[in-house]
């Protein structure tokens, strides 16, 4: 990563380097456990995509709220959910973030500003419009930015919860994560025009295209999608072009994949490049980027233990929160 004309402080720049570590380490500790048949049901990693979740969650503003895909952790780690209790509620424990009933996919904790995730391709953006709608009429100063994938841009609920927000200048931040590929269908294969920004034009939205390996540029990016909405302006469209290593689910063999095509993007690894930027433009030390990534590691071991230590729910709480039958 060559230097650029972001001037950044060591304190924002190693903020950025942990939360993209411990975003990765976390996928990691729940790709071994799941291995080793220790946690149940499945998850879905966007290991190689962590610049997206850190960069977006930097440019917001901390009062903001954000909707996850099934594809959340790294958002949920980096808006700063404590991973003690994810780790738990992935384990399907008690004391998990949700009580071990949510999982992987519908991890929730609104006091961070997180609403859930859920498995529904093209289904978060239409609930995005509502809590914006919420916001908006209450006078509040919030953003809801809705993440979603490629694949899910192509889902009728996308387009018109886009249409929505335009028509009614609601505060959205439509973040579409473009990793190239819909579970194991290239994006080729399945838009004529794959440039999803131009999308925006139909429904009279800005947007936004940006490297979504590259953590400052995707912070950039969102920064100025969040003072253009701020502003009162309506929504906005940020496309971030990534890339994950890691399969579609836990039961993905890569088999539509070439080697070569996954070691490329590996070069490409926004967690090597950021490192190397901090660097070379002296913002920080080999020993002080050794120290965050020995921290996170730490932390995400603590995790995995504080979820193994922890109780499975009674079987007396089953009907706990539970609202219709």
Known sequence: ???????????????????????????????????LGMIHGTTHLGIG??????????GLEERDEIITTHRGHSQIVCKGVDVNLMMAEIFAKETGVCKGRGGSMHICDQAKGV??????LGSAPPIACGIALTRKKKGEDKVTAVFFGDGSSNEGGC??????????????????????YGMSTHISKVMKNTNISD?????????????????????????????????????VLVVEHSYRISGHSKSDGNLYRTKEEIAAWREKCP????????????????????QVEADATKALDDAVQFAIDSPYPSLDTVLDDVYAD
């Open 1 to 35: 990563m060559k230097k650029k004309e972001t001037v950044i402080s060591k304190e924002f720049g190693l903020k950025l380097l942990s939360d993209m570590h411990r975003s990765r380490k976390f996928e990691e500790q729940v790709q071994k456990y799941f291995s």
């Open 159 to 180: 387009h018109e919860a886009m249409n929505l927000a335009a028509a009614w200048n609601l505060p959205v931040m439509f973040v579409c994560i473009n990793n190239t």
């Open 271 to 290: 967690i090597k490049n950021f490192k190397a930027y901090l660097l070379e433009n002296g913002i920080a030390t080999e020993e002080e980027l050794a």
């Open 115 to 120: 609403w859930s995730g859920n498995g529904i």
């Open 49 to 58: 995509e962590e610049a997206t979740a850190a960069g977006t969650v930097a």
């Open 199 to 235: 999308r925006a034009a139909g429904y009279g939205m800005k947007a936004i295209d940006v490297d979504g390996n590259d953590v400052l540029a995707v912070y950039e990016a969102v920064k100025e999608a969040r003072k253009y909405i701020g502003e009162g302006n309506g929504p």
